[in-house]
T-cell receptor, first 114, second 113 residues
């Protein structure tokens, strides 16, 4: 049973650049949520994708955008990178419907902005 | 707004002792409370969860309790082992539709052999 996978593992970008992170959900899941985890902090909700649409968004600027594909995989895009965007970006997958709440996280992508 | 407070931030115990981590939440509409364990360099791993219609849940050496009136919930680990050493996060979900999670700040648990 394939768990949640993310790529790349690590990424180094320069301030002002753009970045795309990728996530494949756990087999059988249809919903992908993205979280940002700064060093020493708990994860913070960025947004969630279901049926290829953004269903809910956290308190993040429009520089953060996403996409979900028909196979349920997802991308997170960040434009005009700031030093403060350096963090671990986590993808979590879940199954919408039937009152199922469990979210399973991938290993994350460590983004460093210099 | 939505907020989850977690205490303590660090916890050191001897192997075999019990460990307790406590969280409080602000939104009374919260109805789902998971706990995650995060090891260095890895993503958070779901270890146990509880729904608002249940007061306590156990799974081997770990248990979670929920007090809806006081809006707090706790993680109890008994007979701790060195491999329990990690950062533990509590979370609360305020949306039954999307399950958006609000996380606490984390507790670093160290189990000394």
């Amino acid at each position: 049973d394939a768990g949640v996978t993310q790529s790349p593992t690590h990424l180094i970008k320069t301030r002002g650049q753009q970045v795309t992170l990728r996530c494949s959900p756990k087999s059988g899941h249809d919903t992908v949520s993205w979280y940002q985890q700064a060093l020493g902090q708990g994860p913070q909700f960025i947004f969630q994708y279901y049926e290829e649409e953004e269903r809910q968004r956290g308190n993040f600027p429009d520089r953060f955008s996403g996409h979900q594909f028909p196979n349920y995989s997802s991308e997170l895009n960040v434009n005009a990178l700031l030093l403060g965007d350096s963090a671990l970006y986590l993808c979590a997958s879940s199954l919408t419907g039937q009152g199922v709440y469990e979210q399973y996280f991938g290993p994350g992508t460590r983004l460093t902005v210099t | 707004g939505e907020n989850v407070e977690q205490h303590p931030s660090t916890l050191s115990v001897q192997e075999g002792d019990s460990a307790v981590i406590k969280c409080t939440y602000s939104d009374s509409a919260s109805n789902y409370f998971p706990w995650y364990k995060q090891e260095l360099g890895k993503g958070p791993q779901l270890i146990i969860d509880i729904r608002s219609n249940v007061g306590e849940k156990k799974d081997q050496r770990i248990a979670v309790t929920l007090n809806k009136t006081a809006k707090h919930f706790s993680l109890h680990i008994t007979e701790t082992q060195p491999e329990d050493s990690a950062v533990y996060f509590c979370a609360a979900s305020t949306s039954s539709n999307t399950g958006k999670l609000i996380f606490g700040q984390g507790t670093t648990l160290q189990v000394k052999p």
